[in-house]
């Protein structure tokens, strides 16, 4: 199954029914998703067999997305992570297209952009980005995101210390 890359939340009906085994093994599945299903019918107590039958409904049923690597950027050369709030400029007429509509599409295309939130309030996006050096993330924000017709304004924080920093959901 491949990893969804997208700046969207799109439930696939709304909420699935869940019961506690349903909830036991995708919590399993969150800490290793590489687990056989011989270890995770052990670790729910159900059989090899009934526990494919399980995953498989909660795979189709859109619970389940993906199964990816967990990568630490600061081990492979990505050491430095920013949050922008990203503020665009109000529709016009210049454009044929929304300016949202254009940032959505640009975003998808950026590779330093890892993670990116529409917002209330007075900034419209907020996108979580991973570079290599300041050097790096200027040259992001200066030849890339600025350079946006749709961009109007951003403000940086970056990142001292990760705190907490898990992909589980509490299921």
């Not at 709030?85 to 295309?109: C, I, S, W």
Request: proline letters at 6%; charged letters at 25%.
């Amino acid at each position: 199954m491949l990893a969804q890359e997208s700046c969207t939340i799109c439930p696939m009906d709304g909420p699935i029914p869940l019961d506690a085994i349903d909830r036991r093994i995708l919590r399993a599945l969150q800490r290793d998703g590489r687990a056989t299903y011989d270890v995770l019918a052990q670790e729910v107590g159900l059989s090899p067999s009934a526990a494919l039958r399980r995953v498989k409904r909660l795979e189709e049923s859109g619970a389940v997305t993906a199964y990816v690597a967990l990568l630490a950027p600061e081990r492979i050369g990505l050491p430095l992570m920013a949050y922008l709030n990203v503020r665009l400029e109000k529709h016009t007429e210049r454009h044929k297209r929304n300016p949202m509509d254009l940032f959505r599409a640009a975003v998808q295309t950026w590779p330093e952009v890892v993670e990116c939130a529409a917002l209330t309030g007075e900034m419209d996006y907020l996108l979580r980005v991973v570079v290599e050096d300041m050097a790096h993330y200027s040259r992001f924000v200066m030849d890339t995101l600025l350079k946006h017709p749709s961009v109007q304004d951003c403000k940086t924080s970056f990142v001292l210390d990760r705190v907490k920093n898990t992909t589980a959901l509490p299921v």
